[in-house]
């Protein structure tokens, strides 16, 4: 699974869930792949808001892929925050692995049916 079919597997599983999503896609430019977004670099892939889970900050990554260094600042600010505000934050790192071992459901609020 690439890390663009897990972001597409994830914002579907999130919307089956009842979360609001959204995920800010890299276009080609002349001066090579470019994001469109005003502010700090590294933030994650996904951010999503529920009214009874929080806030859910998703970075998406293969199997093997690494955090940048401005996506491990990220990480850092959003675990800060989630002890400073129990319960209304939540990051988390994802990998494809992550839908093999049932983990993602606990996270996004629901139980797949067998």
Same mark, same amino acid.
């Given at each position: 699974?690439?890390?663009?079919? =897990?972001?597409?597997? =994830?914002?579907? @599983?999130? !919307?089956?869930?009842?979360? &609001?999503?959204?995920? /800010?896609? #890299? !276009? +080609?430019?002349?001066?090579? %792949? +470019?994001?469109?977004?005003?502010?700090? $670099?590294?933030? #994650?892939?996904?951010?999503?808001?529920? $009214?009874?889970?929080?806030? =859910?900050?998703?970075?998406? &990554?293969?199997?093997?892929?690494?955090? +940048? #260094?401005?996506? *491990?600042?990220?990480?850092? %600010?959003?675990?800060? @925050?989630?002890?400073? /505000? #129990?319960? @209304?934050?939540?990051?988390?790192? *994802?990998? $494809?692995?992550?839908? +093999?071992?049932?983990?993602?459901?606990?996270?996004?609020?629901?139980?797949? @049916? !067998?």
């Amino acid at each position: 699974m690439t890390e663009d079919q =897990l972001v597409s597997a =994830l914002l579907e @599983a999130l !919307a089956r869930a009842g979360w &609001k999503a959204c995920h /800010f896609r #890299p !276009a +080609r430019t002349a001066y090579g %792949w +470019r994001t469109a977004v005003q502010g700090h $670099p590294g933030a #994650p892939d996904i951010i999503a808001v529920h $009214p009874d889970h929080g806030v =859910l900050l998703i970075e998406a &990554k293969s199997d093997r892929g690494a955090l +940048r #260094p401005e996506q *491990v600042e990220w990480r850092a %600010w959003a675990e800060a @925050a989630a002890v400073r /505000f #129990p319960g @209304a934050i939540t990051y988390r790192l *994802v990998r $494809p692995r992550d839908w +093999r071992d049932g983990s993602l459901d606990t996270l996004l609020g629901y139980e797949v @049916a !067998a």
